[in-house]
């Protein structure tokens, strides 16, 4: 998998990420996927099966941050402390290892812990998790922000309807993907449903663990990604 990384090869580290998730190795999982999607794909011109795709292994990769972040004792799994540079020094102190992803994180101050000296890397049990869930909290956030804008972007997620009907479109750089009426099978539909779906299921998995909008900004975000798109194809 290092090798993988190195040498940023995406197949490979797709590859390795869908066996250490059927070997239940999910600390591997994350690292594969993380590296994985360090630098997100142009997604305005996927086709809608591209983008069940892409979203599929996404929501894993964002389940799997959830899951660590949830987790009722992240420090008594050794693979979370490999992962981040965690060892264990006695019963309530455990060590970050300096230059880690997690001792930077904790030095960064707006989301790291502003008491926290640059050659500090010794904490309490309850202040290495804290540490832990607020990076990981923050880096999920930053992740799935920039996969939703490029989401915005893709033409699968809103339909012309004035290609639909006439089978033709007057603008010439339209934003909405064109499919005519003969191609809007029952097939296409539920794809269509489960994609916007899984957009859904990855919006509330960041929203778990950071601060939820009001119910007003979650209806917009729930009808602009599903109701909406549902109307529009009854």
Not at 120 to 137: C, G, H, I, P
Not at 152 to 176: M, R
Not at 209 to 227: G, I, L, T
Request: glycine letters at 4%.
């Amino acid at each position: 998998m290092f090798r993988a990384i190195a040498q940023r090869d995406l197949a490979s580290l797709e590859k390795l990420s869908r066996v250490f998730i059927e070997g239940q190795r999910n600390a591997a999982a994350l690292l594969a996927l993380d590296h994985f999607f360090s630098r997100l794909p142009v997604l305005k011109s996927y086709t809608l099966l591209e983008m069940s795709l892409f979203l599929n292994k996404f929501r894993k990769f964002a389940r799997l941050v959830h899951d660590i972040i949830y987790h009722p004792d992240p420090l008594s799994a050794t693979s979370i402390k490999r992962l981040f540079c965690v060892t264990k020094l006695s019963n309530t102190e455990y060590d970050m290892g300096l230059g880690s992803v997690l001792h930077r994180s904790a030095n960064r101050g707006r989301h790291g812990l502003t008491y926290l000296q640059r050659s500090d890397t010794t904490l309490s049990k309850r202040e290495m998790v804290a540490a832990l869930r607020k990076y990981l909290a923050a880096h999920l956030c930053e992740r799935v922000t920039k996969e939703n804008e490029l989401c915005y972007d893709a033409v699968v997620f809103s339909q012309c309807l004035t290609f639909i009907v006439y089978g033709e479109c007057i603008h010439p750089n339209c934003p909405q993907e064109h499919v005519g009426s003969a191609d809007l099978d029952s097939k296409r539909y539920n794809l269509r449903i489960g994609v916007h779906l899984q957009q859904i299921c990855i919006l509330q998995l960041m929203y778990s663990v950071n601060p939820h909008p009001d119910r007003k900004e979650w209806y917009v975000v729930v009808y602009s990604c599903f109701v909406g798109d549902l109307l529009k194809t009854v």
